[in-house]
Structures are given as C-alpha cells and as structure tokens.
C-alpha cells in the first residue's frame, strides 16, 4: 500500500513487497516520528515472535537473500522432491510435504513439527514477453490447484482443519495512474473529494499508533484471503479478484507490514497489533 516514487524492476518490486509483508522495509513508513527506525528491523523472525521457526520456500534467488536476512530457513520448492525435477513440485507431493513440515501426516497431528509457519513463494521468474504470459497462467493454475488440495485435506472437523491457518496473497503489479479510479479501496470518491470529508475519521490503515502514515496509496492492493476453521470470517466472495473483494468480500484493509503480524497473531506468537 506505498506510493511508488520512481520506476523499478520487477524483481525490486517482488524484494520491496516481500519485505514490507516481513515488516522489514527500509520506508520511512517504519519510521517514528523522530525519524528513527525501529528495533523490529533489527531483529530476526524467530527473536520478534516468540522463538517462531518459520521457513521460506522459493526457487528465486534473490528472494533467497531477502529469507537469509530475516532468519528463517531456506528451501527450494524445486529441490523438495530430492531428485532430478525441473520446475515446480506436483502439487499433492508439495500438498504433503508443506503438510509434514508443519506436524501433520496421513491426517493426524504428530508429537512434533519442524516449523511454525512456511511462506511459499511462487513466481513468474524472469521469463519474457509470450514465455512470461504463459509461466503465469501456468503458475496461477498451480497456485489454484495448491490450495484446492490444501483445504481438501483440511476440511471443518478434521485434525488438520482444527490447527492449520492458510493465508493467500497475490501481488499488485505495476501501479498505474489510471488505477486510482478503478482498483480503488475507498468507499466513495464522492465523499473522499466532498467538503464532508473532514468529518470522516481516519481508517486505521493510514496510522502507525498515533502517527498518520504519509505513504499510504489506496489504490491497488495486494489482495489476501485467510482461511483457519472456528477463527476467519466467511465472505461471500467466490473468485480471487480486487472487484470480487470490494463487492462481496469483509472488505477489510490493512498496512502491508502488519500482515506478519496478523498471522503470528493467529499462531499465538504474537499480541493483537491493533490492541
């Protein structure tokens, strides 16, 4: 949710995204009111959230170092199947490893896990042109396909279902101008221009404590969708778009760096950022 101020790369896009959802940006946006950035940018993963042992899985290189950085571990998506594979893992044998890292096999909850939480990062790589198109419908069919056979095994009254937390992030792209009209998270440019603005308070999105936030862009989101039995809201949105989310969605938002927050929340490794 950052203002862009010059033109980048996508694979500078990909890392500044990636470590504002860490909660690790350089932005002034992690700044107090003093200019001085805070100590969470100092500190590992495991030594912000209580000891959490948090994996990063990605075959992109450059995310690699983002991981190195944070202090999780690292593990290459195409090296899980301990063979010769090109490319991506089919998706029931990621479905189980992803499943037994966390402490779940064969549907039971083990003794033991390996890891807390595991971000999976798939994307399109540095393909070009029509290659790049197809690597993302591709992928996007994958990613599909993924989570369909995630919830399949986590159904409402299984022993998986009554532990896991999934949570579904999409990026934004490139931001254009243009966007600010059509991909807009305000209710209403109506009230956002009228003289009754000034009426309306501030969203919590645009505020660090008591500091209003001076980069916030309401346009263009990422969009995230959460799934954890007993704990999410249920929406009535049936498709993962920015207009399927405005219409039928919760219709919640909130900074890109509390995200991590949010999920070490739900997996008590972490106070209520709001709160």
């Known amino acids: ?35 001085c950035e805070g100590s969470s ?13 948090a994996a990063l899985l990605t ?35 990621l479905t189980s490893e992803l499943l037994k890292k966390l402490g779940f096999q064969d549907g039971k909850i083990q003794d033991a896990s390996e890891f807390d939480l595991l971000f999976v ?10 290659e790049k198109d197809r690597t993302a419908l591709d992928e996007m069919k994958y990613i599909d396909a993924l989570v369909g056979d995630i919830l399949l095994k986590a ?45 309306f308070p501030r969203q919590s999105y645009t505020m660090m404590g008591e500091v209003q936030r001076n980069d916030v862009r309401h346009h263009s989101p990422m969009l995230a ?10 929406d009535k949105a049936e498709t993962f778009s920015f207009k399927e989310f405005k219409e039928h969605g919760s219709n919640l938002v909130i900074p890109a760096d509390r995200f991590i927050h949010e999920v070490a929340f739900k997996l008590w490794k972490a106070p209520k950022y709001g709160a």
């Open 225 to 234: 969708a959460q799934w954890q039995h007993g704990v999410t809201r249920k």
């Open 121 to 130: 990062h798939i994307g399109v790589g540095d393909k070009v042109n029509d």
């Open 41 to 53: 940018q100092k500190k590992s993963i495991p030594e912000r959230f209580m000891g959490m042992r």
């Open 59 to 93: 075959n992109n290189s450059v995310v690699q170092s983002l991981g190195s950085e944070l202090g999780v571990s690292l593990l290459r998506l195409d090296e899980l199947m301990q063979m010769n594979h090109v490319g991506l893992p089919p998706v029931d044998f």
């Open 155 to 199: 159904q409402p009254g299984s022993e998986i279902g009554s532990r896991l937390h999934l949570s579904l992030l999409m990026s934004y792209g490139n931001v254009f101008e243009d966007d600010e009209n059509s991909l807009s998270v305000l209710t209403s440019n109506g009230v956002k221009n009228s003289d009754l603005s000034e009426l």
């Open 1 to 35: 949710m950052l203002l862009l101020q010059i033109a980048e790369s996508e694979e500078k896009r990909t890392i500044r995204e990636l470590a504002l959802l860490f909660d690790a940006s350089d932005s002034d946006v992690n700044k107090n009111r003093d200019g």
